[in-house]
């Protein structure tokens, strides 16, 4: 009985994590739809979820928790400065860049493209810890830079399959993501993902809000529409970040980061079949590639660094898309 229990639970959590995985990669091609076919702005669609995504998630933190988290995080000057310095070069640069390398190309380049932020973050550790990297985290680089290059180019050196801008902005969401990964660690251990997260969310909003204001809303607004803007605000964030949290009730955390990666395969199926995003073989295999070199960097990690990873996982999911 015991065992039958045990593995329903896992089951729980396998489907917890892959029904976000799934929302946030079908979240980034509905954005990719509402940017090139219905005149929103990914400014407006930052700020906007941003607000409205970390306001909810702060109150129900205040609702849920026992704890002043929410409030306390605010008294400590050093803790005001980081939560600051996180929500503008972390939280609120991920976000636009990644809207903006998705506005410039598609939603499936973009999730790819910011999944080398764990590779950036191995190489700074490598660096940090003034060795060589391993021969896994060898093999992660080559198999990143092999994948990005076909994912770039379509296998061909002379040009780009996707624009500057598209690569520009993906690139960057990449190295947002590994200072967003890596800045809060004091944060987090003393307040919660919840609660830094969702003050992060709220000052990159307001502060994104005095370039892109919140109003007038700018696109078409169809009922349809309206549903895929609070899909992007709701299924794009707060839903998946609560199924991503709760899977790690049922399942260890190095599982669900694996799990997770059904995310950029998401975006890529969805965008090639939706949107007729043009994907060859060359994209498909970069995309693959990509892939494994997530996989390979969260499978079989241990001590102090696969606690880091894992919460490292922990607060990416909280972005996608990412």
Same mark, same amino acid.
């Given at each position: ?68 988290? #929410?409030? +306390?995080?605010?008294? !400590? ?7 600051? /310095? *996180?929500?503008? $070069? @972390?939280?609120? =640069? ?57 994912? #770039?180019? +379509?296998?061909?050196? !002379? ?7 598209? /690569? *520009?902005?993906? $690139? @960057?969401?990449? =190295? ?59 299924? +794009? ?86």
């Amino acid at each position: 009985m015991k065992s039958r229990l045990l593995t329903g639970s896992r089951l729980k959590g396998f489907a917890m994590v892959l029904t976000g995985a799934v929302c946030w990669g079908l979240s980034g091609t509905v954005a990719q739809h509402l940017f090139q076919n219905e005149g929103f702005h990914p400014g407006w669609m930052v700020t906007v979820r941003l607000i409205l995504s970390g306001s909810l998630l702060l109150i129900g933190v205040s609702l849920w928790r026992k704890d002043d988290a #929410v409030q +306390g995080i605010w008294r !400590d000057p050093y803790d005001r400065l980081r939560l600051l /310095l *996180f929500a503008v $070069l @972390g939280m609120l =640069a991920v976000q636009y860049t990644y809207f903006a390398a998705i506005a410039a190309g598609n939603a499936a380049t973009a999730t790819l493209l910011q999944y080398l932020g764990p590779v950036l973050i191995t190489a700074w550790w490598a660096f940090s810890e003034r060795r060589w990297p391993s021969a896994k985290e060898a093999a992660s680089v080559l198999l990143a830079l092999m994948g990005t290059f076909l994912l #770039v180019t +379509g296998g061909r050196p !002379d040009s780009l399959s996707i624009s500057g801008a598209a /690569l *520009f902005w993906g $690139l @960057g969401s990449a =190295a947002a993501l590994a200072f967003y990964t890596l800045y809060p660690s004091g944060l987090l251990r003393r307040w919660g993902s919840a609660a830094v997260v969702g003050w992060g969310m709220v000052i990159g909003g307001v502060g994104l809000s005095l370039i892109h204001p919140p109003w007038p809303a700018g696109g078409t607004w169809t009922p349809v529409n309206a549903l895929f803007v609070l899909f992007v605000i709701l299924f +794009g964030t707060l839903v998946p970040f609560f199924l991503y949290l709760e899977s790690l009730r049922y399942i260890r955390p190095t599982e669900t980061g694996l799990l997770a990666s059904a995310e950029p395969l998401t975006a890529s199926v969805a965008a090639v079949l939706w949107l007729k995003v043009p994907f060859g073989a060359p994209e498909w295999v970069g995309a693959l590639c990509i892939i494994a070199t997530v996989v390979l960097l969260s499978a079989g990690e241990s001590g102090k660094r696969e606690e880091a990873e894992n919460a490292v996982a922990d607060r990416k999911r909280t972005l996608q898309g990412g």
